[in-house]
């Protein structure tokens, strides 16, 4: 198992390095960047646009560790027509354009080894401290929607699987269906309508993780103002997850149930509950188990996009959505390394979980 897991933290970073040279090279033929976006702005005659270029040429100007198009100095921007070359030269020193594209990618990718990010193109700030400061959101999000979501759906699945055919298998198949057909942002809006002072009651907040007061509460007062805060966007996040696993965890129980082993072990005498949690649940759980990095990476940095959105809570699903409508390739780059990484990580810890529910896995003898 140990050889198993060095091989695996080996093709991390390989992995990891063709996944960012496949994006970078796409984003290279992508229409529209930073340097586009700020003409753009120049054009609008936006004074602090204008006044910031004309300090960081003064300065020397900063070059980020990500970037776009080669661009070159002359006026092939589209819009760019009237405008000094001086400041155009200006912007590609900025953002670092003035070096060809595999120097960029590959000074990119020397910080990134060293969590370098670099800096925003227009936040001003540096990347890590950006992602750091939305960190909390996503984490409180994706964390506890996946928790509750195997809290209800492992124990549903079990009940359903044993009840099969039965009324409570059916009615419970039926609100499944209904949860699973309807989106997760449009039951956030149903929430908010019902629940947050839309029309009806007005119990929970509309936005942002904790209070303008919050400093001032007390340890549990701050707890209690932070899950209030939860409530309603975690339940939208739970009500279209715990469907579809739900379904699976049920699925994968009565594929074990009606096999031989189970047959043998009623026929001995070995009593229902034995053969469900002590031979049966090991073995479903499985497949359960080999989902949950993919549960937790989509309800942290995408399946939680819009649900942000809707209850103004600024977390890294919006940051990396923002950032790729602006053309901040710095946040862009900086958050899929993240991302990618983290899912590695995740896709390793779960292989290890299987080894750890069911010591007969063995993943060294099954790649001899």
Do not use: C
Request: glycine fraction near 8%; charge should be negative; proline fraction near 4%.
């Amino acid at each position: 198992m140990l050889s198993y897991v060095l091989r695996r933290l080996l093709l991390i970073p390989v992995t990891l390095f063709g996944i960012m040279v496949l994006n970078f090279t796409i984003v290279q033929f992508a229409p529209g960047g930073p340097v586009e976006q700020l003409i753009a702005q120049l054009q609008g005659t936006d004074v602090a646009a204008t006044a910031r270029i004309s300090n960081e040429g003064a300065d020397g100007g900063s070059a980020p560790s990500a970037a776009t198009n080669n661009f070159s100095s002359t006026s092939t921007y589209r819009g760019a027509q009237g405008l000094d070359p001086e400041i155009i030269t200006q912007l590609e020193k900025q953002f670092g354009f003035d070096k060809p594209a595999y120097e960029r990618f590959w000074l990119m990718m020397k910080n990134y080894a060293t969590f370098d990010f670099g800096q925003s193109y227009f936040q001003d700030r540096d990347v890590i401290d950006i992602v750091l400061d939305k960190m909390p959101v996503s984490v409180s999000l994706g964390l506890w929607s996946t928790l509750i979501i195997y809290i209800i759906s492992v124990p549903l699945g079990v009940a359903k699987a044993v009840r099969d055919g039965s009324s409570f298998d059916v009615w419970t198949s039926a609100a499944i269906i209904v949860g699973y057909a309807i989106p997760g942002f449009l039951f956030a809006v149903m929430l908010i309508v019902l629940f947050a002072g839309g029309t009806y009651f007005d119990i929970f907040p509309l936005r942002g993780l904790t209070s303008s007061n919050w400093e001032e509460l007390s340890l549990w007062g701050k707890i209690g103002d932070y899950f209030w805060h939860l409530t309603l966007p975690i339940i939208a996040l739970t009500i279209g997850g715990f469907t579809t696993l739900t379904m699976l965890t049920k699925n994968s129980f009565l594929d074990e149930i009606n096999k031989q082993y189970v047959v043998t072990a009623r026929a001995k005498g070995v009593s229902e509950k034995r053969v469900l949690y002590g031979h049966v649940f090991r073995n479903a759980m499985l497949l359960v188990i080999a989902g949950f990095p993919s549960a937790l990476i989509g309800l942290l940095f995408t399946g939680s996009v819009l649900i942000e959105v809707i209850f103004s809570l600024d977390g890294l699903g919006l940051l990396g959505f923002e950032a790729v409508m602006k053309r901040d390739y710095p946040v862009m780059f900086a958050t899929l390394y993240i991302f990618t990484l983290f899912g590695l990580v995740l896709n390793l810890i779960s292989d290890l979980s299987y080894h750890f529910v069911d010591p007969r896995i063995d993943f060294d003898a099954r790649e001899n």
